[in-house]
C-alpha cells in the first residue's frame, strides 16, 4: 500500500526534512503541496515531484489520490486545518505543538475518529533508535527505579543564526497569537514528550522558570516536573539563547545503573547511547539513517493496520496539556498540578 501525502506550509523543515523523507519512504508518494503563495506552491510541486500546487486547502483536498496531509502551517491553525482533512477523509500527520488549546487537540482527537481517520504528531525523536532502546532498557528494568530524568535542548550560536535566518522566512514565530510559546514550543516540546515516552509514565506536577529577554514569548526555559510514579524530571530548552557547546542530551537515572542518550536532541538521526548498569556497560553511535522517514513509514504502517500512530493524537494532547501548565507556573510562579483531559 502507498500512502498519497499532501503538504501544507511550504516552510524550511518540509523542504529540508519532510518532502525528502517522504520521497525517499517505501509506503508514500507526495501527490500535492499547499501555500498561500502560489509561486512558492508550484515552485515547491516542481522541485520536490508533486503532481500540483494550491493556494487553497478546499482544492488541495479534492485533489485526486491524496490519502493523507502533513500539517506544517502556524501553530494556531492546525486544529482547524486538521479537522477539516477528517471531514474529507484525509489522515493527518500534524507538526508540533498539536494544538494551542487542549479543547482543540480534544476536538482534533474526536473529528478524526468520528471519520475513522489517522491522527499523529510529528515528535521524531521517538524514531531516533538511540532514544527507543533507552525507552526499551528502562521498561526492562536494566537501570532499576528510575530516579531522575535530565533533558536539556539548547542552541549553539550557529544555531542562533539559523533560527534567525528561519525567522526572516517564518514571522509567524514571533506572533504570540499564532505560535503560543517560544523555547517550550520549538525544542522544549519534543523533550516533554521523551519524558513520558521513556518513562512511561504521565506528569502529575509541574513547576517552572522562564526567561523572556523583553520579548512576549520565552526564550529559555526551566520546567521541573514530578511523575506519577515519583520521578522526577527536569526540562531545559532555549530558542535565541546561546549556550556554547550545549551537549543537547537525555540521561535518565536509576536506582542501578544509567542511560545517556548524548547529542540526540536534533533534527538529524546522529548522537551517541551510554548504558551504564549492573549488569552490562557498552556505547552506540548513530551517524545514519533518517528520523523523519521512520517518522512517515510509521505514520503509512498505523494506516494500513487501522491502528493509531506512534506518536498519536493522544500523544500530542498531554504534550500540550503540560506545555500549558508549565508556562502557567512560569508566570504564576508556584506549582501546577495537571487534571488530565479524558479522550
Known amino acids: 500500500m502507498s ?22 519512504s517505501r509506503n508514500s508518494r507526495l501527490v500535492a503541496v499547499m501555500s498561500r503563495d502560489a509561486d512558492r506552491a508550484g515552485t515547491f510541486a516542481k522541485d520536490h515531484g508533486a503532481e500540483a500546487g494550491y493556494t487553497s486547502l478546499d482544492a488541495l483536498l479534492d485533489h485526486p489520490g491524496v490519502d493523507a496531509l502533513f500539517i506544517a502551517s502556524p501553530n494556531a491553525v492546525h486544529a482547524e486545518q486538521t479537522v477539516q482533512a477528517a471531514r474529507a477523509g484525509k489522515h493527518v500527520l500534524c507538526e508540533k505543538p498539536m494544538a494551542l488549546t487542549v479543547q482543540d487537540c480534544r476536538t482534533m482527537i474526536e473529528e478524526c475518529r468520528r471519520n475513522n481517520v489517522r491522527l499523529g504528531v510529528g515528535f521524531h525523536l521517538r524514531h531516533h533508535p538511540g532514544l527507543a532502546e533507552a525507552k526499551r532498557l528502562i521498561a526492562e528494568g536494566s537501570i532499576g527505579r528510575p530516579v531522575e530524568l535530565v533533558g536539556q535542548w539548547y542552541n549553539g550560536q550557529r544555531g542562533i543564526e539559523r533560527v534567525a535566518k528561519r525567522e526572516g522566512l517564518m514571522a509567524w514565530w ?38 523572556y529577554r523583553g520579548e512576549d514569548l520565552d526564550q529559555a526555559i526551566h520546567v521541573l516536573m514530578r511523575l506519577g510514579d515519583g520521578t522526577m524530571a527536569s526540562v531545559m530548552a532555549a530558542r535565541l539563547v546561546a549556550a556554547s557547546d550545549s551537549r543537547n542530551d537525555i540521561v535518565v ?36 539513517g533518517d528520523v523523519y522517514q521512520s517518522l512517515i513509514e510509521g505514520f503509512c504502517d498505523s494506516v494500513e493496520k487501522g491502528e493509531d500512530p506512534d506518536p498519536s493524537g493522544v500523544d500530542g494532547l498531554r504534550v500540550v496539556e503540560l506545555t500549558l501548565a508549565a508556562l502557567q507556573a512560569a508566570k504564576e510562579g508556584r506549582t501546577v498540578r495537571l487534571e488530565l483531559a479524558n479522550v
Open 3 to 24: 500512502i498519497g501525502w499532501a503538504m501544507v506550509g511550504l516552510g524550511r523543515h518540509t523542504k529540508g526534512y519532510i518532502a525528502p523523507a517522504i520521497n525517499q
Open 174 to 211: 514571533s506572533e504570540p497569537d499564532m505560535v503560543g510559546g517560544g523555547a517550550i514550543m520549538a525544542t522544549g516540546t519534543h523533550i516533554l514528550d521523551q519524558v513520558r515516552f521513556l518513562t512511561g509514565q504521565e506528569v502529575v506536577e509541574v513547576t517552572a522558570m522562564a526567561d
Open 253 to 288: 537515572y536509576g536506582s542501578k545503573g544509567r542511560v545517556a542518550a548524548n547529542g540526540v536532541l536534533a533534527t538529524s538521526l546522529t548522537g551517541s547511547l551510554d548504558v551504564l548498569t549492573e549488569s552490562q556497560t557498552y556505547s552506540r553511535d548513530y551517524t545514519e
